[in-house]
């Protein structure tokens, strides 16, 4: 078995110890084991109803959109246990439909990117869809991000959640198998969000699932995150070409605005005239997490707002995490609190195998293949 493919055939035994991955949080606990709620968020142009679903545990508030599995809003508690939506996005589907910022989203089949929309597999070149300059972005111009899903909701135990379906058919754009894809999200009775993915193929195929949420804590529409300090366990970092394409090189964070070993003001270092910030407007790299790929979640990052005093632990099994902050939000997007978008009102921290692995043999491999089944999972810990 290839060490650099273990969270790609790990057992399910080992994507369940997840739950376990991360400390309690500080939130004051309701009842647990509550029923998810579903209602109406609207209609597609084609008149296909999309549901809105609502989750709450442990003192954690979670609503997921049944289009691109998206996460709708996220509210947690500050230290004083005032609730605030701490997701970007929009209160109308339109939105969702209409833009490009992936606010969210669940993406697949591949998150982030691959030079050029193409790869070699097997022998066989495959033309992806290109929606980024020349490249193939988040699974291209019509990912999972763009699908309904199918959404049930469960409660097990003193957990609550909703299980996300979707099959992907061979050559949709443009890649290889049908692929049957799950994702699971989960509140536990700590207010921990769990997210476990799950796929399998009839072709040999690529695969990098991963969730877009962008985050300030402290509250959708309240402004820049670039008071909000960050931890990540990462010594390296994969530097981009003027295309944001990996240049294969795993480069040394020490000396660099790249370094967040320890924690430190996102805004700090952002406006260094480092070349990999200016052609990026900012951050917008795959950092190599120094534990590597994992058979269990094994916590990474930690993103905190000294204002509010709210806090985000993650937790994965995969080998890298794209930081992100929000350099393309450009003051022409509104949120639910009526307030605009600018550059860093909010960042994301998507888990994943590295960019571009497909055409970097010295990347972790993301290739699956019939009779083996895809698995990761991500947990989020909260605390104020």
Known sequence: MEPSRRTVIASAAAAG????????????????????????????????????????????????LSYGGIVQSLELPDRHGRYANVSLGYDHIEGYVTGTTFFGATIGRYGNRIAKGRFT???????????????????????????????EGFVSGSDVGLRLHYTSPDGEMGYPGTLRVRVTYTLTARGDWRIDYAAVTDKATVVNLTNHTYYNLAGEGSGGVYDHELTLDASRFTPTDSGLIPTGELAKVAGTPFDFRRAKPVGRDIRTAHPQLVT???????????????DRPVPF??????????????????????????????????????????????????????????????????????GETYRTTTVHSFSA
């Open 17 to 64: 110890v997840a739950a376990t991955a991360l400390g309690s949080t500080a939130h004051a606990s309701p009842a647990q084991g509550r029923k998810p709620v579903r209602e109406e968020f609207g209609r597609l142009a084609d008149g296909t109803r999309i549901d809105r679903w609502s989750l709450e545990n442990g003192g954690t508030r979670l609503k997921v």
């Open 121 to 151: 597999l097997d022998g066989r070149t495959y033309q992806l869809s290109v929606n980024d300059g020349e490249n193939s972005l988040h699974g291209g111009a019509r990912g999972f991000n763009t699908r309904v899903w199918d959404v």
């Open 280 to 294: 990026a407007k900012g951050f917008d790299h795959n950092w190599v997490l120094d534990k590597g790929v994992t």
């Open 301 to 370: 990052a930690t993103l905190r707002d000294p204002g509010s005093g709210r806090a985000l632990k993650i937790a994965t099994d995969q080998p890298g995490v794209q930081f992100y902050s929000g350099n393309f939000l450009d003051g022409t997007l509104a949120g639910p609190s009526g307030r605009t978008y600018r550059q860093g009102d909010g960042l994301c921290l998507e888990t994943q195998h590295f960019p571009d692995s497909p055409n970097q043999p010295s990347f972790p491999s993301t290739v699956l293949r019939p």
